[in-house]
């Protein structure tokens, strides 16, 4: 991982490099950023080997920049099986997104059979090309990909480090990964004309391997806001699912007058 990281630790504080930038202002950083920056900082404070980030929510209700970052987190639940963790990023003196992270210990799986859908049978990374124009992570289409109306299947891969200096994790990973179930599942046959105002990741168990698997599976929308789902992968198989919420990129519509109905007429 040689390529320029994400971010850079100064202190207690974290500077964001130049390919951490968005999509949607210049200034302002990406979403897959901000859930890794906050992903990792959960992990070196919170997780502790047994225990599974099961649940990651990301609520980015206002964007940050390139201002010095800092995470504040507080662990509020800690016991035995189940953790609970949440955080705040704060970005030029206000709260930008916050967090919650539901940590899980894995344990005796019970007897019996659950219903689950079938894994996918997309051919592995190696079978595939880069698509280059993505150059801030490698990504590989195995299906449609981005604003296909039809099924979508891609395998992406961090090649730069999160943090300067420091080992990509596999919760790192999967973090970065959170946030593109929004384009994923909500890009359509013009682009992308949704920005998405949450991200939620399950987890089973970690990704292992450096390739993560995405499968678009859901997207509805009414009057500009939408939801959609995709399902996660590593190599060795399915390892949970994201989901988001968003607003399309439109102006607000006038607000209706009110009018009084005539019973003449």
Known sequence: ????????????????NPISAG??????????????????VIEK??????FVPARFTVELFDF??????????????????????????????????????????HTEAPEGRVWSPPDWDAPPPEQLIDDPTRPKW????AAGSVGHIGLKRAWMQDYRQLIAGAPLTPFARAALAADFASP????????????????????????????????????QATAGLAVGQVRFYDQRGPIGFGAAAALAQRKLAPPQRETTINEDD
């Open 1 to 16: 991982m040689t390529e320029e990281a994400f971010f850079r630790a100064e202190g207690e504080a974290y500077l964001a």
């Open 23 to 40: 999509p949607w202002r210049a200034s302002s950083l990406m979403g897959r950023a901000v859930c890794g920056l906050i992903g990792h």
């Open 45 to 50: 404070d919170h997780l502790d080997p047994g």
């Open 64 to 105: 940050a920049d390139f201002s010095p970052l800092t995470v504040a987190t507080r662990r509020i639940r800690d016991g035995g099986r189940m953790r609970l963790v949440e955080a705040e990023l704060i970005c030029g003196g206000r709260v930008r997104a916050n967090a919650s992270c539901q940590l899980l210990r």
């Open 138 to 141: 490698r990504f590989r289409v």
């Open 184 to 219: 994923f599942s909500h890009a359509g046959d013009r682009g992308i004309e949704y920005i998405n105002t949450d991200t939620t990741l399950y987890l089973h168990r970690l990704p292992e391997g450096e390739w993560i698997g995405v499968e678009a599976t859901d997207h």
